[in-house]
């Protein structure tokens, strides 16, 4: 038969696991082992014995490559980062950029936003700060004056601009954190900026500004001022000034920061660059000339208040009231001064109220300009109150005062969350993946985080973890959890009937539920050994009975056939009874067979053994043969014995043929041997049992007295 191999004349033997025969009938072996069985190729298997057809091509992602001797029996699978084809003899090693898990029959090319270094089953997601094209063994920077958030980048598209008024020197940041606020004194206009540009002379800034700020009146500045330099007292400066010039002859000014120089009142005069005027003789006056002699008495030598100042009172011989700070007077003649509107404001004698700087307010006639404060900002002009500054953007804060625009908002970092303009860690078990967040999400089904997390770790296998986790729990002993993602206790699932695991939890595949060895089975969890009577091979839930016949010992993996002699009727048998004298049995028996007449058996027989010669059983069921009687005798295997015959006797009995009687002597049928006494008869011959004259003879001899014993 096919699948099978044998010596000259048999038997046939079954091919064993990883060989095979095709050959019909058995063919003729040159030795006795299954050398004449061929080996599966290489990239096939075999785990079936008596096989007549080619071995199982390895499916993909296996391989094998039997020895000189024996075939492969199992195809053994690729390693990670490994690939076969159906039917392969090596797998091929994935080379960087590319990867394979079980069962691939070629190595695949990492997708966009992930890399691999070669040999792996998986390739790594890119982290935050990083992207990737196709087929990529490393993961490329976002440039400096970007940013990433996320991760798995496919291009550096995906790379976000440092806004304006902010840059950034570092290449692959992983959030908005990196990007800088410029430094008072620069600015920058455009977004993605690696450095800011210096304000020029005339100009200055805050911090993170995309435009550089005018000098007020009265102030000045050079190259990448931070702020604007008050002029001193008898010198002005008017708006965008790069230096202060001085008050001309005839005018002064006694303050800092002022925009224009007042003339001297009458009867006063200056010399150029002065804070004050000095006073004229008495009974003089000054005009633009010089002091005179006073004409008249009327009012028109009186000198109008100059702007900046005002009265209320009349027939006034001293100069007119400064307007206070928040207050100016813009004519000559003002008898009162105005105050300053909203969002604007004057030092003391202004001619002219000057606008607060963004970040500032001021309420009408309010001396100074007030910051707004920390996590608010103000990017409008002319306002008046502090309801005016816009509060930073939910998930955004701000330490700074006086804040300029929004970008002084900055994004609470990735892991954080804004609460009550702070920014708080993200609690265990969960996330925020992105910068600006107001609340934080919860880790799903099978993924953890701890404190502060910006993204949620998956649990390895055999482990799972409800939504909102900290940590990943592990499966309990006799159970696996070969996939990820798993939110329950009910997620992880039973080792199958007959196996078991009671060497680790978290077990990640059910080739960690070991089966139960044959002669045991599984109840509960564990392996049992099975009772006498019973067997199991492996893997098995439940002990099968001996059937009859057989019998089996504790933790047995198969019944035994009853020994030749003995047997067993029931089901279950521990061990076999003896077969009785007079019976016998073949292996396996359920019952002893009574010996046939003419046959014996003893105890234990595997056989009936025919009578010797001599003997004889003539009933079934001998325990032992009767020997014949004398003058009787049997061959072997007699169910009788028989009578000698004529002519022939035995004197003893177990004899197996009748002895021809001698001279002198004769016998009848079932006779002993007769002397007849020559003496006695001298002139009678000794007749054999062939003659019928004995007869007469053994009348008249049995009329004598016996002859003495021979």
Excluded at 583 to 592: A, D, F, K, N, R
């Amino acid at each position: 038969m096919t699948g099978r191999w044998g010596p000259p004349g048999g038997p046939c033997i079954v091919c064993s696991a990883g060989k095979y025969n095709l050959y019909p009938g058995c063919k003729a072996c040159s030795n006795t082992s299954d050398l004449d069985c061929e080996l599966c190729a290489m990239g096939t298997a075999s785990t079936s014995l008596g096989r007549n057809t080619t071995c199982d091509t390895c499916s993909a992602g296996k391989y094998s490559f039997p020895a000189n001797t024996e075939g492969a029996q199992t195809c053994e699978p690729c390693g990670d980062g490994l690939a076969a084809p159906a039917g392969s003899s090596n797998c091929t090693s994935c080379s960087s950029g590319s990867y394979a898990a079980a069962g691939f029959s070629a190595c695949v090319a990492c997708p966009a936003g992930t890399f691999g270094l070669g040999l792996v089953s998986a390739c790594t997601v890119c982290s935050a700060g990083k992207y990737s094209l196709l087929g990529a063994s490393t993961c490329t920077n976002c440039f400096a004056g970007k940013y990433g958030t996320g991760q798995g980048f496919p291009s550096s598209n995906y790379c976000l601009d440092c806004g304006l008024g902010v840059y950034s020197t570092a290449s692959g940041a992983s959030s908005s954190v990196t990007c800088s606020l410029c430094l008072a004194g620069k600015f920058t206009n455009t977004s993605g900026t690696v450095a800011c540009a210096g304000c020029v002379a005339g100009t200055y800034s805050t911090i993170g500004v995309s435009a550089c700020q005018s000098c007020a009146p009265g102030t000045f500045s050079g190259t990448s001022a931070s702020a604007c330099g008050e002029c001193q007292p008898g010198s002005f400066a008017p708006e965008n000034a790069v230096t202060c010039q001085p008050c001309a002859e005839g005018s002064y000014t006694p303050r800092n920061a002022s925009s224009n120089c007042s003339l001297c009142d009458l009867g006063l005069y200056s010399y150029s660059g002065m804070s004050h005027c000095l006073q004229c003789q008495a009974g003089k006056f000054k005009n633009y000339e010089g002091c005179y002699v006073c004409s008249n008495s009327t009012d028109a030598d009186c000198q109008a208040c100059y702007p900046g100042s005002a009265s209320t009172l009349a027939g006034r011989q001293t100069r007119c009231d400064w307007c206070g700070a928040g207050f100016y007077s813009s004519v000559y003649g003002s008898q009162t001064c105005t105050p300053c509107g909203n969002g604007t404001t004057s030092l003391e004698g202004a001619t002219d109220c000057f606008s607060c700087q963004l970040g500032t307010y001021a309420a009408i006639g309010s001396s100074v300009c007030t910051p707004c404060p920390a996590h608010t900002y103000l990017d409008v002009p002319y306002q008046g109150s502090l309801t005016s500054c816009k509060q930073c953007p939910a998930g955004k804060v701000s330490s700074y005062t006086g804040a300029q625009t929004g970008l002084a908002c900055t994004s609470c970092a990735a892991g954080t969350y804004e609460l009550s303009r702070e920014c708080t860690p993200c609690g265990s078990g969960r996330f925020s993946s992105d910068p600006g967040q107001t609340v934080c999400g919860a880790c799903q089904n099978g993924t953890f985080s701890g404190l502060g997390a910006s993204f949620c770790q998956a649990c390895p296998l055999g482990k799972y973890a409800p939504i909102a986790s900290s940590v990943c729990l592990s499966c309990p002993y006799h159970t696996y959890l070969d996939i990820q993602f798993q939110g329950s206790l009910l997620d992880c699932r039973p080792c199958p009937s007959g196996t078991y695991n009671s060497v680790v939890q978290a077990a990640a595949s059910l080739d960690q539920c070991l089966p139960c060895p044959a002669g045991k089975y599984e109840i509960n969890r564990t392996c049992q050994t099975c009772k006498s009577g019973s067997y199991s091979p492996s893997q098995a839930s439940a002990c099968l009975l001996c059937p009859s016949g057989s019998y089996s010992p504790s933790g047995a993996s198969d019944c035994k056939g009853c020994p030749p002699g003995s047997y067993t009727l029931s089901n279950a048998s521990t061990n076999c009874s003896a077969c009785p004298s007079g019976t016998y049995s073949l292996e396996g028996s359920t019952v002893c067979e009574e010996c046939q007449v003419g046959e014996y058996s003893w105890i234990y027989a595997s056989a009936c053994s025919p009578c010797p010669a001599g003997t004889s059983s003539n009933q079934t069921g001998s325990a032992n043969c009767t020997p014949c009687e004398p003058a009787s005798y049997s061959p072997a295997a007699a169910s009788t014995c028989q009578l000698c015959q004529f002519g022939t006797f035995t004197n003893e009995s177990g004899q197996s043929i009748c002895q021809p009687c001698r001279n002198g002597t004769f016998a009848g049928e079932g006779s002993r041997e007769v002397s007849l006494s020559s003496h006695s008869f001298p002139d009678k011959p000794c007749y054999g049992l062939d003659s019928r004259q004995p007869i007469i003879l053994l009348d008249i001899f049995l009329s004598y007295p016996p002859p003495p014993p021979l």
